[in-house]
């Protein structure tokens, strides 16, 4: 390990582990910002990668917090706003981002750490939109934009000790602006949620298991190999209806209803006709004519379809 901040990638197959080392204080700055949106653009487009799994390279810790000197630098370099001059930056730097302005363009601009903060939030929701699955191997403590980074994938396991996940924010004068505040607030609770992020006292991993805030707690040397197992079970799903599950979720399940249901049907028709949808209800009409019983009300072929992925070919009668 060296102080260089860094990805490293364990190719696995269809799952990749990825060590992430924000140096000597395992923080999250801009290096590991630009790595991490590199990564998911990259194993998006690779049908060969269903999973990645993200643990830290340092012990106790996954990702300690956000390099605060960049938070505050890119802070100074703007000029105080209202509430009103903020949404306005923010809007302007989402254009931007759109834009795709040179980094060597928007480096000479007071705009440059919002482009920054907005480019970190679309890498998390192509995460979120993504038909890869994505867990946190949460292998010691986070806080900030640490826990934040957990929050964004699908699923989180979190070593069991003395460790702690959460959003001490508001203890340096400021506010979650990685997602904390929405992120957190969908997996435990408006309520719970608000208590937390306003006091800025984090989670112990038994807490988290118990609000919700993580799936699973288990041994420390246990963390990455139960992580690399969930991944490698949940993605032998296809990644078309993954995309669409996670996209009508994480989506559709914050708008209005009516609004959610559009979305869902939208994606629904896109892995309907899709070639992977239509091969597996072909297959599953054709061992119900086989078997004389339908598929998924077979015990056997219903647990064959979980660990699989998919429902499978049953080629014996069993009328």
């Not at 949106?37 to 999973?51: I, K, S, Y």
């Not at 302007?92 to 759109?98: D, E, H, I, S, T």
């Not at 490698?232 to 990644?239: D, E, N």
Request: charged share 25%; proline share 3%; net charge negative.
């Amino acid at each position: 390990m060296t102080d260089e901040p860094t990805l490293t990638v364990e190719d696995r197959g269809a799952v990749q582990v990825v060590r992430v080392d924000g140096g000597r204080h395992s923080l999250f700055g801009v290096q590991i910002a630009d790595q991490l949106d590199e990564l998911v653009t990259r194993v998006d487009c690779d049908a060969g990668v269903h999973a990645v799994v993200f643990t830290g390279s340092r012990p106790g810790r996954f990702v300690s917090h956000a390099d605060v000197r960049w938070l505050q630098e890119e802070g100074a370099a703007v000029p105080e706003l209202g509430r009103r001059g903020a949404s306005a930056v923010a809007r302007l730097a989402r254009g931007v981002g759109r834009a795709h302005v040179p980094e060597s363009v928007l480096r000479r601009t007071p705009l440059r750490g919002a482009a920054q903060l907005d480019r970190l939030h679309d890498t998390f929701l192509r995460m979120n939109a993504s038909g890869v699955i994505f867990v946190a191997a949460l292998n010691g403590s986070a806080l900030g934009l640490g826990a934040e980074f957990a929050w964004a994938c699908d699923l989180r396991v979190m070593a069991d000790g003395d460790f702690f996940i959460g959003q001490p924010e508001v203890l340096l004068g400021i506010n979650p602006g990685g997602g904390g505040t929405q992120r957190l607030t969908r997996l435990v609770g408006t309520h719970r949620s608000l208590v937390a992020i306003l006091e800025g006292k984090p989670f112990t991993p038994a807490q988290a298991l118990a609000y919700g805030a993580v799936d699973e707690v288990v041994a420390t040397d246990e963390v990455v190999d139960r992580a690399v197992e969930l991944a490698g079970h949940f993605g032998r799903r296809t990644k078309g209806a993954i995309q669409a599950i996670k996209r009508s979720v994480y989506f559709g399940g914050s708008m209005s209803l009516a609004e959610g249901l559009h979305v869902e049907r939208t994606e629904f028709l896109g892995t309907d006709q899709s070639k992977e949808g239509q091969e597996l209800m072909l297959r599953y009409l054709a061992t119900t004519d086989a078997t004389g019983e339908l598929p998924l009300y077979d015990r056997d072929t219903y647990a064959q379809a979980l660990e699989l992925g998919q429902v499978p070919a049953v080629a014996a009668a069993k009328r």
